[in-house]
């Protein structure tokens, strides 16, 4: 049963999820919300030389650094990536292959400055205030078939990987990444309100456990009429990610207070 806001928050189902033996993680009062976004396809070029890519770099490196490895290195061993594999052809292949080849020690971009497609556009960190940016560099992750996971403020190379793409040998990135991704994820929002922006094939790569998260919200937008909201959509999730930036003291009732002229906020699962 999908739900519709604005409207009042029924108890809601629970997600089955694996019991996952994690360490218990302090959420301080600042980190009562974490906002669940994925990259965008498209990408910043170049970056800094001051901050250069290791793979135990950012708030997950520690816990990712093996898997980030694993996958760096089958893409060298795949000369960067078919197009097959990129989804691109012609001068973009040829900047995504240079780009996967040279990850290690590759020049560095914050991931809110690297990612430019509709939904970061459209959340507009730059034009808030200073506040509310040291908020959204910590509690907006990013889920990423390269990556893993990242933090909006995370130093983040030029890439190209979706996670819907089958590498060998991991096979589908969403699946491979999935046991790893989850463990860490509810490991580091434990205590919090985790709510889920991400399409499907992303999500596919995240299993929230409700012991260990105070509250989940898997979410969409769709039309007036109840129909999906495609590429306008990508827009209005952007500006929704800022308004529960804006209002992270409350996010439940921030769900329930946005506004859009075109699309209503559709609750898909929660916990």
């Not at 589908?172 to 889920?196: F, P």
């Not at 989940?216 to 308004?243: C, E, N, P, Q, W």
Request: glycine share 8%.
């Amino acid at each position: 049963m999908l739900t519709h806001y604005p409207c009042r928050l029924e108890a809601g189902y629970a997600l089955i999820a694996p019991t996952i033996q994690a360490e218990s993680c302090v959420v301080t009062s600042n980190k009562n919300l974490f906002i669940l976004l994925p990259p965008s396809e498209g990408k910043a070029p170049s970056g800094t030389t001051s901050t250069k890519f290791k793979e135990a770099d950012g708030k997950f490196g520690k816990s990712l650094a093996k898997q980030r490895a694993e996958i760096i290195s089958a893409l060298r061993i795949q000369n960067g990536g078919s197009q097959k594999l990129l989804g691109v052809s012609g001068a973009h292949l040829l900047r995504a292959q240079q780009a996967n080849l040279a990850l290690r020690g590759a020049k560095t971009l914050p991931a809110r400055e690297r990612y430019t497609g509709v939904v970061w556009d459209h959340l507009d960190l730059a034009s808030l205030t200073s506040a509310q940016q040291k908020f959204a560099n910590a509690n907006i992750i990013v889920v990423s078939g390269l990556l893993g996971l990242v933090c909006a403020g995370d130093a983040v190379p030029d890439y190209r990987l979706k996670i819907g793409a089958s590498l060998a040998p991991m096979g589908k990135l969403s699946t491979w990444w999935r046991e790893t991704i989850s463990l860490t994820l509810n490991k580091y929002c434990a205590g919090a309100v985790v709510i889920d922006l991400l399409p499907q094939e992303h999500s596919a790569a995240f299993v929230p456990n409700e012991k260990l998260l105070s509250e989940y919200f898997r979410i969409d937008l769709a039309t007036k009429s109840g129909t999906a909201g495609g590429h306008d959509a990508k827009a209005a999730k952007g500006r929704l990610a800022r308004h529960l930036v804006t209002n992270h003291s409350n996010p439940v009732a921030a769900l329930k207070t946005f506004k859009h002229p075109k699309f209503k906020v559709r609750v898909l699962k929660k916990f």
